[in-house]
């Protein structure tokens, strides 16, 4: 077992659970609907975007499999709680598998993402380790973006801002 691998497994399913967890209590048509600010996603698709985004990271440039993405759809993706959270379990899971049981050494191992997907990640060489490590820091930038816009969804706006007077 590869106790790097495990580490970055744990951490990447502790932010997938965060995830869920901010959206198990919320009904389908609130995770569905848009917050009223220019270019803001649905709770649901923000959630189904590190999803999709952690396949191709973790799975397919560290794991060598195959994956089917559409990166847009991700954006326009709408569902139920049991959709997502199957989804994630099956993502938990194959990443467990590919980061756990890997050899120690193959997070060394040189991985080439296509220049479309690297954004600000530049087009020096690339590892596994730091495919995975932008995987985490991309994860938990979408947490912290679900957990505004639930609140955005879900409190009061004259509660916050008599919150915000008070300071």
């Known amino acids: ?9 744990d951490v990447l399913e502790r932010i997938g659970r965060n995830v869920l967890g901010k959206l198990e209590d919320l009904p389908d048509e609130v995770k569905n609907r848009a917050v009223p600010i220019c270019e803001a996603n649905t709770l649901f698709a923000f959630a189904t ?20 993405r559409d990166r847009d759809a991700e954006f326009r993706a709408s569902g139920t709680n049991v959709e997502l959270a199957k989804r994630y379990n099956v993502w938990i899971g194959a990443i467990r598998e590919v980061l756990s049981k890997s050899r120690a050494d193959a997070v060394e191992r040189p991985a080439e993402p296509p220049l479309e997907f690297r954004g600000s990640l530049g087009d020096q060489p690339m590892t596994v380790r730091a ?6 820091e991309h994860s ?18 004259r509660e916050l801002l008599a919150e915000f007077d008070q300071r």
């Open 49 to 68: 975007h590190p999803g999709g985004a952690g396949e191709f990271w973790v799975l397919v440039l560290a794991g060598g499999r195959e994956a089917d």
């Open 140 to 157: 938990a930038l979408h947490l912290g973006q679900i957990q505004l816009t639930r609140s955005q969804l879900t409190e009061p706006r």
């Open 1 to 9: 077992m590869n106790a790097e691998g495990g580490h970055l497994a």
């Open 131 to 136: 495919c995975v490590l932008h995987t985490v």
